[in-house]
């Protein structure tokens, strides 16, 4: 069974750049989220989808925007990138919303220079 | 919002002993505590969860307890062996809403 997968891996931009980063949940689950994992702490919610619909955000910049497809996989797009935005990128992927059990893909290395 | 405390931010124990880290919530309407380990370079993984509605789950060499009063839970790993060691986070959330982890703890089981 394949798990969550996230692409690409790693990534390297540069200040001011736009990115795209891409998830696919395990097959079944209609509920994606995304977080962002800065170095030595815990994940931080950016937004949920459930069934192509926006269900939650968290206190992210508008630069942040996500999108979900008919097949449930999904992007996090962020525009006009910062350095402080160099993070790991967590997709998360759940059957239902809040309290269902929800695996994560190994993320994406994002590091802006 | 939610706010979730974890204490200690790193623990060192000898491997067989046992390893316990806790945490507190804030939000007496949060009823889904999961616990992640994450090992280095990769996403975290859930190795138990507990709901309100239970004071206590046990899967192997792994436990949770939740203190509803208290606003208190802990993760218990009995017998510790080497590849326990890895950066462990709770989470708590409401149905619906968004998991807000933890700062996490740093386990170090040395051999």
């Known amino acids: 069974d394949a798990g969550v997968t996230q692409s690409p891996t790693h990534l390297i931009k540069t200040r001011g750049q736009h990115v795209t980063l891409r998830c696919s949940p395990i097959?079944?689950?209609?509920?994606v989220s995304w977080y962002q994992q800065v170095l030595g702490q815990g994940p931080q919610f950016i937004f949920q989808?459930?069934?192509?619909?926006?269900?939650g955000r968290g206190n992210f910049p508008d630069r942040f925007s996500a999108r979900q497809f008919p097949n449930y996989s999904s992007e996090l797009n962020v525009n006009a990138l910062l350095l402080g935005d160099s993070a790991l990128y967590l997709c998360a992927s759940s059957f239902g919303t809040g309290g269902a059990e929800a695996f994560f893909g190994q993320g994406t290395r994002l590091t802006v220079v | 919002g939610e706010n979730v405390e974890q204490h200690p931010s790193t623990l060192s124990v000898q491997e067989g002993d046992s390893a316990v880290i806790k945490c507190t919530y804030s939000d007496s309407a949060s009823n889904y505590f999961p616990w992640y380990k994450q090992e280095l370079g990769k996403g975290p993984q859930l190795i138990i969860d507990?709901?309100?509605?239970?004071g206590e789950k046990k899967d192997q060499r792994i436990a949770v307890t939740l203190n509803k009063t208290a606003k208190h839970f802990s993760l218990h790993i009995t017998e510790t062996q080497p590849e326990d060691s890895a950066v462990y986070f709770c989470?708590?959330?409401?149905?619906?809403?968004?998991?807000?982890f933890g700062p996490g703890t740093r386990l170090s089981v040395l051999p």
């Open positions: 989808y459930y069934e192509k619909e926006e269900r």
């Open positions: 989470a708590a959330s409401n149905y619906g809403q968004n998991f807000v």
């Open positions: 507990i709901r309100s509605n239970v």
């Open positions: 097959s079944g689950h209609k509920s």
